[in-house]
């Protein structure tokens, strides 16, 4: 049978091909959630899942968790990157409306679509609905090794506040160390006195830029103590003590103080005043781990600003860097006042 030929009319000259669907849009909790979940363990851990997270702001539910983890609902809040129905980019975004505090985490492209705007477009989206919003700022997190997204934020704007370094020890490793003939003498560290509270939270607050508390500012009360903290403790399982590093003229220089919750990590804090950090740590940092080794034997979480005197105490008492984060902000201006972001 013969095979009849058919003409193919051309198409006209202002023809354009469908483009793929590619576009951002909110997150829809129910449909998205177990997508972006996988997305994240792509973006943020190693082949096997089993890598450490560089800048996601909670640890990543199982999916079977998904529906009765109420951390999941963090992941509701933002946008995403759709490309042909399937997800690809994600940005989680939190807001805290009584700091008036703008948070952007999780910045996730799928590690084949990467280099082609998506984190770019979703970052300048997020922006956009916080300038909509009457922000004044926007806050983010970003790995210290991860040098193209902090180049790429910087290129947005964002300055550099400071870096905070995440360790990890146990009680029962710890290591003790001996003082130097440099120190202090061990009087000058004392237990905080309740009355000291306001001073240890003003020398808190000069030791460290507020935009580096995260998620919110630290409460005013921090190192209140009392009946009734003591009360509030006792009856959820918590403790808490501070110390006191004064100099010989009574001058409160520095503080540390110790959070502990039942069967959870014992988490410590550490401030020495601007003016004499560099000088005063090691008396404090040697009284606190005593404490330590003391108090507990479980784990041991102690977040401290990146810098050479506090890291060398920290590995010499065994304990482990987990990881650092680049804290970032960009100022938005304010409405009608006509001057660009900075």
Request: net charge positive.
């Amino acid at each position: 049978m013969p095979i009849r030929e058919t003409s193919v009319t051309p198409p006209p000259r202002d023809f354009v091909a469908p483009s793929p669907r590619r576009f951002v849009r909110l997150i829809h909790f129910r449909r998205d959630v177990p997508q972006i979940v996988e997305l994240l363990r792509l973006a943020f851990y190693d082949g096997q899942g089993a890598g450490r997270p560089s800048s996601t702001a909670f640890d990543l539910p199982s999916l079977w968790m998904l529906k009765v983890d109420p951390m999941t609902n963090r992941l509701g809040n933002g946008l995403v990157w759709e490309e042909n129905g399937r997800i690809v980019g994600n940005i989680t975004i939190l807001r805290y409306p009584k700091s008036k505090r703008f948070l952007v985490v999780n910045v996730a492209v799928h590690p084949e679509w990467r280099r082609r705007g998506i984190a770019r477009r979703l970052m300048g989206a997020a922006i956009e609905a916080a300038r909509r919003e009457g922000q004044t700022a926007v806050l983010l997190q970003v790995d210290k090794k991860n040098e193209s997204a902090q180049q790429l934020y910087q290129h947005m704007n964002f300055d550099i506040v400071g870096q905070m370094t995440s360790w990890r020890g146990d009680g029962v490793g710890l290591r003790r160390l001996p003082p130097s003939l440099q120190d202090e003498p061990s009087d000058t560290v004392r237990r905080l006195r309740p009355r000291e509270w306001k001073e240890a939270f003003a020398l808190d607050r000069a030791h460290l830029p507020i935009e580096m508390d995260w998620p919110e500012p630290t409460p005013h009360d921090l190192y209140k103590t009392g009946m009734w903290q003591w009360l509030f403790y006792m009856l959820n399982g918590r403790s808490f003590e501070a110390w006191r590093m004064v100099t010989k003229t009574g001058e409160l220089v520095g503080v540390s103080g110790i959070w502990g919750e039942w069967g959870q990590p014992f988490r410590v804090r550490m401030r020495v005043h601007p003016l004499w950090q560099g000088k005063v740590e090691r008396p404090l940092f040697l009284k606190t781990v005593a404490r330590l080794s003391e108090l507990t034997s479980r784990r041991v979480y102690w977040d401290h600003p990146d810098d050479p005197t506090m890291n060398a105490l920290l590995q010499a008492a065994k304990f482990r860097p987990r990881r650092t984060l680049t804290h970032m902000k960009l100022r938005l201006a304010k409405a009608g006042s006509g001057e660009g972001a900075k």
